[in-house]
T-cell receptor
């Protein structure tokens, strides 16, 4: 149980285009989802927290207009990288937890974004 | 206050040996301390987690030791196997109320278990 599915697993796009990444909780309802970014051989950096039906909360230094997050339902959150540039190339990972206070955080398998 | 410091950065252990990874934190409001295992190109997978009301938790070959007064916790992997070769992250979070329970990750430790 507690599977988080992320799609696509990898994407290559041209500079200036937008890319949408989907994060789905397959067998549980996720009131809160988190989006992380990971550079090679580095740790996971939290980008934003999204709660179903409300605006996402972005971490300091993360451009909300560049990284649009929508948490439209209890099983789906999307991250759209707008007007992508090569420096946006990274590994993006979503995570989700259930409504339970003690529930652990489950991660998707990540999306490798390459902007050419 | 929000940092979690992890060491060592890399670790090489012989098969059958014990792998030990350490983490330290500053924020005394943290109340949940998980360890995650990540293989290349994959998302992190939860290994084991502990809350500050216990000093040790064991699940199979994995043990977390927690020292609340020192604000430190560690992961011990007993009888390490080549399949354990991965990157390990410690993390910490505050109670969900008012903070959504977001996880703050350590810097990661790359473990290599030699056959």
């Amino acid at each position: 149980g507690a599977v988080v599915s992320q799609h696509p697993s990898w994407v290559i796009c041209k500079s200036g285009t937008s890319v949408k990444i989907e994060c789905r909780s397959l067998d549980f309802q996720a009131t809160t989802m988190f989006w992380y970014r990971q550079f090679p051989k580095q740790s996971l950096m939290l980008m934003a927290t999204s709660n179903e039906g409300s605006k996402a909360t972005y971490e300091q230094g993360v451009e909300k207009d560049k990284f649009l997050i929508n948490h439209a339902s209890l099983t789906l959150s999307t991250l759209t990288v707008t007007s992508a540039h090569p420096e946006d190339s990274s590994f993006y990972i979503c995570s989700a937890r259930t409504v339970s206070y003690n529930s652990p955080l489950h991660f998707g398998n990540g999306t490798r974004l390459t902007v050419t | 206050q929000q940092q979690v410091k992890q060491s060592p950065q890399s670790l090489i252990v012989q098969k059958g040996g014990i792998s030990i990874i350490n983490c330290a934190y500053e924020n005394t409001a943290f109340d949940y301390f998980p360890w995650y295992q990540q293989f290349p190109g994959k998302g992190p997978a939860l290994l084991i987690a502990i809350r500050p009301d216990v000093s040790e938790k064991k699940e199979g070959r994995f043990t977390i030791s927690f020292n609340k007064s020192a604000k430190q916790f560690s992961l011990h992997i007993m009888d390490s196997q080549p399949g354990d070769s991965a990157t390990y992250f410690c993390a910490a979070s505050q109670p969900r109320a008012g903070n959504t329970g977001k996880l703050i990750f350590g810097q990661g430790t790359t473990l290599q278990v030699k056959p």
